[in-house]
């Protein structure tokens, strides 16, 4: 069955360094969403990337979608405090008959820690 | 402000003694869906429904049932709650014919089994 990959697991930084996560699937995507939840919270939708290639920017993070649209990644400049969360992607679940009700599979999600 | 509300936050049961989740949507979403989330892990998917039509995951144990009554409402009904079970159930709803697969989560339930 389809696969989304997540690396790393858990992220440690001090504030003010870089951070990125990748996110890589088993099949080709036709979009990628990237959530984020804080800790104690629920998952918030962060951005959808739909094009081969495409790079989207959202103030310090941007986003990265493969030009195969098996993989992304997400990348934070000069992590804050609040960044802290887990940060999953998520990709439209493949399904036999090509209806899957909008259901996604989620990576198993990057930990991010930041020491102020 | 549209969204999707979950009532209550926190619910404590004791093992084996029935509990009801709600979840409530003023987005006017026709596909809700029904996660549940343990510790450290990825949402996983129990069931969804688009309209008022259900859809199983085929993991999802039968302890596990749901009811739509309207568009706006959906509940998750455990019938049966065993220790495994304590997790965050979370509810999300997503508007189909939207050219779009984005979720929109409740802030969840999170439920404790004694």
């Known amino acids: 069955g389809q696969q989304v990959m997540q690396i790393p697991q858990y992220q440690h930084v001090q504030e003010g360094e870089d951070f990125t996560t990748y996110c890589n699937s088993s099949?080709?995507?036709?979009?990628i969403q990237w959530y984020k939840q804080r800790p104690g919270g629920h998952p918030v939708f962060l951005i959808q990337?739909?094009?081969?290639?495409e790079v989207k920017k959202q103030k310090r993070l941007t986003f990265q979608f493969g030009e195969a649209k098996k993989n992304s990644s997400l990348h934070i400049t000069a992590t804050q405090t609040t960044d802290v969360g887990t940060y999953f992607c998520?990709?439209?679940?493949?399904?036999?008959?090509?209806?899957?009700?909008?259901?996604?599979?989620f990576g198993q999600g990057t930990i991010l820690t930041v020491h102020p | 402000d549209a969204m999707v509300i979950q009532n209550p936050r926190y619910q404590v049961t004791q093992f084996g003694k029935p509990v009801t989740l709600s979840c409530s949507q003023t987005?006017?979403?026709?596909?809700m869906y029904w996660y549940q989330q343990k510790s450290s892990q990825a949402p996983k998917l129990l069931f969804h429904?688009?309209?008022?039509?259900?859809?199983n995951e085929a993991d999802t144990p039968d302890n596990f049932q749901s009811r739509r009554p309207n568009t706006s409402f959906c509940f998750l009904d455990i019938r049966s709650p065993g220790l495994g079970d304590a997790a965050m159930y979370l509810c999300?709803?997503?508007?189909?014919?939207?050219?779009?697969?984005?979720?929109?989560f409740g802030p969840g339930t999170r439920l404790t089994v004694l």
């Open positions: 999300a709803t997503r508007s189909r014919g939207s050219g779009t697969d984005t979720q929109y």
């Open positions: 099949t080709t995507l036709s979009n």
């Open positions: 990337l739909v094009k081969s290639g």
């Open positions: 998520a990709g439209p679940r493949s399904a036999a008959g090509g209806t899957s009700y909008g259901k996604l599979t």
């Open positions: 987005l006017n979403h026709n596909v």
């Open positions: 429904y688009y309209d008022k039509d259900f859809n």
